[in-house]
């Protein structure tokens, strides 16, 4: 049984902004999967709403044809950021050196991470950031693939399969506190690169679960 203290190590521990500082204007999955992304979205992002994409790059693959308020993300790299479309702003953040967001209580309507938080060193600080920035009722959507730059995930990510990586996102949220209706979904499509994903609510009263190491 891994020690909880070497969870959340990675292969490569130098400093993420380095890793991160060379812009990779790529799609991380394929066309088949990024679908099962709108899709998701269309179903959960609400329509006028505050929208946080959170370690976000130059695509947020948010429904073409559905508007938002705003969009604002988060993410390592600015000239990825500023490639990004459907941003309204954006900065540099990186949260496993900062998990605390640098927004007001109940600033969104739903947050969105893509294929990206198997690189969260302290996944749960973060997921409580999250709840405290929703509004009530808000949603998150988490998703990721089987693809990850594997020097840079943690090692429980490493070491579990899909559907352990479903209870593990999950387990980040009940950890955290403040989310209800927590739900691990299998969208993979029928070709492709499988797609999986967390989505829950911001609770109307947060409850916040024991401490847990993060």
Not at 100 to 109: N, Y
Not at 159 to 162: C, G, P, T, V, W
């Given at each position: 049984m891994m020690d909880v203290r070497d969870a959340f190590r990675r292969t490569d521990e130098s400093p993420d902004a380095r890793f991160y500082q060379q812009a990779r204007l790529v799609e991380h999955i394929d066309r088949h999967a990024i679908g099962a992304v709108e899709e998701l979205y269309r179903e959960n992002l609400p329509a006028g709403g505050a929208i946080l994409d959170l370690m976000s790059s130059w695509v947020s693959h948010l429904p073409p044809e559905i508007s938002y308020g705003r969009v604002v993300a988060l993410g390592m790299n600015r000239?990825?950021?500023?490639?990004?479309?459907?941003?309204d702003a954006y900065d540099v953040h990186d949260l496993n050196v900062e998990p605390?967001?640098?927004?007001?209580?109940?600033?969104?309507?739903?947050v969105t991470i893509c294929v990206s938080v198997q690189y969260l060193t302290r996944p749960i600080e973060v997921m409580r950031e999250i709840a405290r920035v929703l509004r009530p009722n808000g949603v998150l959507v988490i998703s990721f693939s089987n693809r990850c730059f594997p020097t840079k995930a943690v090692a429980v990510w490493r070491?579990?399969?899909?559907c352990g990586h479903r209870e593990l996102v999950a387990s980040y949220l009940a950890a955290a506190g403040g989310f209800a209706a927590i739900a691990g979904l299998d969208r993979s499509p029928r070709y492709g690169d499988p797609l999986h994903a967390v989505v829950a609510r911001r609770a109307a009263i947060v409850d916040r679960a024991t401490d847990l190491p993060s």
């Open positions: 000239a990825e950021l500023a490639a990004n479309p459907r941003l605390t967001l640098p927004f007001a209580e109940a600033s969104f309507d739903a070491m579990l399969d899909d």
